[in-house]
């Protein structure tokens, strides 16, 4: 069973506040890593497919960077807004199946 | 474009009893994935079918299994419910492996 860890668990930031999380998996047989935002009562959405050390990604005020060689992600919100309060999981993929993290749960106070 | 639909939302059940979950991918994607998730866990892969076979499993007892048809659609079923077994199923469609993931909404299954 392959290990993916998302820190921190939780996170309260104020409304404009940027913040960034950690997603860590294994640095072998890497293939894709994955990056998803769960509302509650929703399904989680994709927000990034990474799949090159180096990998940058931005869609709008959240960003993304991947180094597979040490086998950790961050993702960034700039600018944090009441709507961006979600769970994030990454996704660690060897091509076959996916092994998601617990997500990080990111709550921003107005 | 429709998204992944998933039947029934909710489902409660009482201990012995069996259950059948059912996923209607989006249209053209030939891969779906079950998931469950339980409080404080991540979500924890289940199978994954492709083509209507079984191409990976993850590693839940004999009493989970699951089909698809030749349409992609995909059914899910628990044998000799247990009160652990009161979860979260998701299942997520795709183009094929490792590629990304397009969620339905879930099916809460309890387990009395």
């Known amino acids: 069973i392959l290990n993916v860890e998302q820190s921190p668990q939780s996170l309260h930031v104020q409304e404009g506040d940027s913040t960034n999380f950690t997603c860590s998996f294994p640095s072998s047989n890497f293939y894709a890593l994955h990056w998803y935002r769960w509302e509650t009562a929703k399904s989680p959405e994709a927000l990034f497919v990474m799949t090159l050390n180096g990998d940058e990604k931005k869609k709008g005020r959240i960003s993304a960077t991947l180094n597979t060689k040490e086998g950790y992600s961050y993702l960034y919100i700039k600018g944090s807004q009441p709507e961006d309060s979600a769970t994030y999981l990454c996704a660690f993929t060897t091509g076959n199946q996916f092994y998601f993290g617990t997500g990080t749960s990111l709550t921003v106070i107005p | 474009k429709a998204g992944v639909t998933q039947t029934p939302r909710y489902l409660i059940k009482t201990r012995g009893q069996q259950v059948t979950l059912s996923c209607s991918p989006i249209?053209?994607?030939?891969?779906v994935s079950w998931y469950q998730q339980t409080p404080g866990q991540g979500l924890q892969f289940l199978f994954e079918?492709?083509?209507?076979?079984q191409r990976n499993k993850g590693n839940f007892p004999g009493r989970f299994s699951g089909r698809q048809f030749s349409n992609s659609r995909s059914e899910m079923n628990v044998s000799t419910l247990e009160l652990g077994d009161s979860a979260l199923y998701l299942c997520a469609s795709s183009w094929g492996q490792g590629n990304e993931q397009f969620f339905g909404p879930g099916t809460r299954l309890t387990v009395l």
């Open positions: 249209s053209g994607h030939r891969s």
């Open positions: 079918y492709f083509s209507e076979t």
